[in-house]
């Protein structure tokens, strides 16, 4: 059960974040605007543009007014301009952040759940040929960094094979709508999909084998097998599902490492997802969009943690009984 001592975790830190971002750019020397938004932008804004900026940020007025104005327009969803790309930076973000999600979202869920259930089999026959194959395909797998397994996949099914689309989301061009526009999305995913499943699976499955041997020496699993229950009851209602609180633990954590594989895969395949956004943003300076990106990054993580939690106690009733 989520206890209010939980919730004001959650949203003390939101709070530490969204005041820190308020913080960091006004610390640094010089014009707040020039930390903001850095020389060459401010070289190139018109005296109009600057002078909004300036009025839209509060720049001319005190801190205390500045950071009463920043809480303002964060209720109003204004998270600044965008020079580069000449737009509010919710609009920006926003118009990417779907991808992001559609992409995060099925491999965080899709390597979790593999993970266990490859996880819960490899310790169920430990010692075995299942076990032996899919413990070295895993330590094997886990030597890859992100983008290099984007890479493989990308040379041979995009550029050897011909099979799957080469990059982006979807075939701008190609005036799809309804069912073959959504054939179109899944074939463009398939790539980078894989790669992030790939490279998230291999935390979930040790952790899952590892827990689930140590789980079977427990003195209920003996009990069970006394019973005479199937064995497919004991691996899975028994043994399973209590190897599958680490995991759960472990899932908010690995939200905060899918942003940064999102990064990578989203360059390598041009996904434009929030993560080929601020590749884009680091290299314009566009601090801006880095900005509100961190904010929507954080804020996700955050929520992710907070799910985690909600089903936790769902999976494990003594959480509930605890408070």
Same mark, same amino acid.
């Given at each position: 059960?989520?206890?209010?001592?939980?919730?004001?975790?959650?949203?003390?830190?939101?709070?530490?974040?969204?005041?820190?971002?308020?913080?960091?750019?006004?610390?640094?020397?010089?014009?707040?605007?020039?930390?903001?938004?850095?020389?060459?932008?401010?070289?190139?804004?018109?005296?109009?543009?600057?002078?909004?900026?300036?009025?839209?940020?509060?720049?001319?007025?005190?801190?205390?007014?500045?950071?009463?104005?920043?809480?303002?327009?964060?209720?109003?969803?204004?998270?600044?301009?965008?020079?580069?790309?000449?737009?509010?930076?919710?609009?920006?973000?926003?118009?990417?952040?779907?991808?992001?999600?559609?992409?995060?979202?099925?491999?965080?869920?899709?390597?979790?759940?593999?993970?266990?259930?490859?996880?819960?089999?490899?310790?169920?026959?430990?010692?075995?040929?299942?076990?032996? &194959?899919?413990?070295?395909?895993?330590?094997? @797998? /886990? $030597? #890859?960094?992100?983008?290099?397994?984007?890479?493989?996949? !990308?040379? *041979?099914?995009?550029?050897?094979?011909?099979?799957?689309?080469?990059? &982006?989301?979807?075939?701008?061009?190609?005036? @799809? /709508? $309804? #069912?073959?526009?959504?054939?179109?999305?899944?074939?463009? !995913?398939? *790539?980078?999909?894989?790669?992030?499943?790939?490279?998230?699976?291999? &935390?979930?499955?040790?952790?899952?084998?590892?827990?689930?041997?140590?789980?079977?020496?427990?003195?209920?699993?003996?009990?069970?097998?006394?019973?005479?229950?199937?064995?497919?009851?004991?691996?899975?209602?028994?043994?399973?599902?209590?190897?599958?609180?680490?995991?759960?633990?472990?899932?908010?954590?690995?939200?905060?490492?899918?942003?940064?594989?999102?990064?990578?895969?989203?360059?390598?395949?041009?996904?434009?997802?929030?993560?080929?956004?601020?590749?884009?943003?680091?290299?314009?300076?566009?601090?801006?969009?880095?900005?509100?990106?961190?904010?929507?990054?954080?804020?996700?993580?955050?929520?992710?943690?907070?799910?985690?939690?909600?089903?936790?106690?769902?999976?494990?009733?003594?959480?509930?009984?605890?408070?």
């Amino acid at each position: 059960m989520l206890t209010k001592g939980n919730l004001l975790t959650y949203l003390i830190a939101l709070l530490i974040i969204l005041t820190l971002n308020f913080f960091l750019p006004r610390m640094m020397p010089g014009d707040p605007l020039m930390a903001i938004y850095g020389d060459e932008a401010l070289v190139q804004m018109s005296p109009q543009l600057k002078a909004d900026l300036t009025e839209r940020f509060a720049l001319d007025q005190s801190l205390a007014e500045q950071f009463a104005s920043y809480w303002l327009a964060l209720f109003r969803g204004d998270l600044g301009y965008s020079y580069s790309y000449n737009a509010p930076v919710t609009e920006v973000i926003f118009g990417r952040l779907p991808w992001t999600l559609l992409l995060a979202g099925l491999a965080l869920l899709l390597s979790t759940a593999i993970g266990i259930m490859l996880g819960i089999e490899s310790g169920w026959r430990r010692g075995g040929r299942f076990d032996s &194959g899919v413990l070295s395909g895993m330590v094997t @797998l /886990s $030597g #890859f960094p992100d983008f290099f397994l984007g890479i493989l996949l !990308l040379l *041979l099914f995009a550029v050897n094979l011909k099979v799957l689309p080469l990059f &982006g989301a979807e075939d701008v061009y190609s005036g @799809l /709508s $309804g #069912f073959a526009r959504l054939i179109d999305i899944g074939e463009h !995913l398939i *790539l980078p999909l894989t790669t992030l499943v790939l490279a998230r699976i291999t &935390g979930g499955y040790l952790l899952t084998r590892n827990t689930m041997i140590g789980v079977l020496k427990e003195p209920y699993i003996l009990l069970a097998r006394a019973k005479g229950l199937k064995p497919r009851t004991v691996k899975y209602r028994h043994a399973g599902r209590n190897s599958m609180l680490p995991v759960m633990t472990q899932t908010g954590i690995w939200m905060g490492l899918m942003v940064t594989g999102v990064l990578f895969i989203e360059v390598v395949f041009s996904y434009p997802g929030i993560g080929l956004l601020a590749y884009d943003a680091l290299t314009f300076r566009d601090y801006p969009v880095l900005q509100g990106l961190l904010l929507v990054s954080a804020f996700c993580v955050l929520g992710a943690n907070f799910i985690v939690d909600l089903l936790y106690a769902r999976v494990d009733p003594r959480v509930s009984y605890a408070h």
